[in-house]
Nanobody, 123 residues
Framework: QVQLVESGGGSVQAGGSLRLSCAAS????????VGWFRQAPGKEREFVAA????????SYADFEKGRFTISRDNSKSTVYLQMNSLEPEDTAVYYC????????????????WGQGTQVTVSS
């Protein structure tokens, strides 16, 4: 069982930055690939980024255009999502998710999900 807790969301103006954190409860966290998804009001959940267990493999959604960076610190059982040059279109609830399989995470099929953290970007 893995519990995931997101933090770091908030309200910023367009062009600003936020760093989201996803803290995991399991000591076996280093064996899990982790991803970030987001869901805006009235829209379907969409993939943002994912990282392999070691951090050596990373995947990003096309929309982020080099603005987002995913990283992890296995010693702290935490994955981060640094978001720069935020746009109003980035407004959404951001969720982290974990699974032992990287492709499963990337495709949104992971078993473990956090409760989400709200990101609001104003113009």
């Amino acid at each position: 069982q893995v519990q995931l807790v997101e933090s770091g969301g908030g309200s910023v103006q367009a062009g600003g930055s936020l760093r989201l954190s996803c803290a995991a409860s399991a000591s076996t966290f280093l064996y899990y690939a982790v991803g970030w998804f987001r869901q805006a009001p009235g829209k379907e959940r969409e993939f943002v980024a994912a990282i392999t267990t070691s951090g050596g493999g990373i995947s990003y959604a096309d929309f982020e255009k080099g603005r987002f960076t995913i990283s992890r610190d296995n010693s702290k059982s935490t994955v981060y999502l640094q978001m720069n040059s935020l746009e109003p279109e980035d407004t959404a609830v951001y969720y982290c998710t974990a699974d032992r399989n990287f492709d499963t995470v990337r495709l949104g099929g992971a078993v473990y999900w956090g409760q989400g953290t709200q990101v609001t970007v104003s113009s």
